[in-house]
Structure formats: C-alpha cells, structure tokens
C-alpha cells in the first residue's frame, strides 16, 4: 500500500478528543506514506455528534462520512470501536500520544506495522484486536 489514510477526532483543531470518535466535534484527515511523511487532506464535520450511542447506526453513519479512511485513530476503545474492528474494512487504532502531529508523526514511523493490519483487513480478515500505538 502507497499511503494509508487517518481520521482523528478532534474538538479543538490541536489535540486528540478524550471522548468517544463519535463525540467529537470534527473529524482530522491524514494520507501517511511509507517514508514516515504525512499529509493534511482536511477535515469534516461530525454530523452526527448527537445521536444517541444506543442509536445503531451512528456508527453506520460516520462510516458513510468517512469512507474513504483506511484507520480510525482515538484515545479509547469505546464498544463501537469494538464493533468496527470485528465487522468492517476500517482498522481501529489506539494511541497514547495527545497533540495530532505527534499522533500522526508516530504513525507514520510505524507505517509498516500499520500497514499489516491494514492489508489483512483488505483480504477479508476481520478480528477484535485494537492495537496501542
């Protein structure tokens, strides 16, 4: 794989939100490269912010939003996350870092390792694990 695309939720344009992904106020898009370096695409906002978590497809919905990431990228593991991880495409990641371009910096230094579960979840793969970055 060339790039792998990010989203990271964000309530204040600098820091990972300490909230569920799906609480947060937008949505940070990153493409990061084998090379370790990384690239800004934009950012979206949650519209979906306000439904209920109970509500089953907010999950549906913010995947609808967010298409064409290949990672989700959040500071918990929230029983969404577990459900993604166990039933879609998108690889759900956790990280300890809070300032997005240290989150992003270190996720391109491990492309490689990222780029495995990225790839397994492409062939059809499907498993529960959520890796702590």
């Known amino acids: 794989m060339e790039k792998i695309r990010l989203?990271?939720?964000?309530?204040?344009?600098?820091t990972i939100a300490d909230s569920h992904m799906g609480d947060t106020?937008?949505?940070?898009?990153?493409?990061?490269?084998?090379?370790?370096?990384?690239?800004?695409?934009?950012?979206?906002?949650?519209?979906?912010?306000?439904?209920?978590?109970?509500?089953?497809?907010?999950?549906?919905?913010?995947?609808?939003?967010?298409?064409?990431?290949?990672?989700?990228?959040?500071r918990r593991k929230s029983p969404n996350f577990m459900k993604i991880a166990e039933k879609t495409r998108y690889q759900p990641v956790v990280v300890t870092q809070e300032e997005i371009g240290e989150i992003v910096a270190a996720l391109g230094n491990r492309f490689a390792e990222l780029d495995a579960f990225v790839t397994r979840r492409d062939n059809g793969e499907r498993s529960s694990d959520i890796p702590t970055f």
């Open 7 to 14: 989203c990271i939720g964000s309530d204040d344009e600098r």
């Open 25 to 74: 106020q937008r949505f940070h898009l990153y493409d990061i490269f084998a090379d370790g370096k990384y690239l800004f695409v934009g950012t979206r906002e949650n519209s979906v912010k306000e439904m209920d978590h109970a509500q089953g497809d907010k999950m549906q919905r913010i995947i609808e939003l967010l298409k064409e990431v290949d990672v989700f990228v959040a």
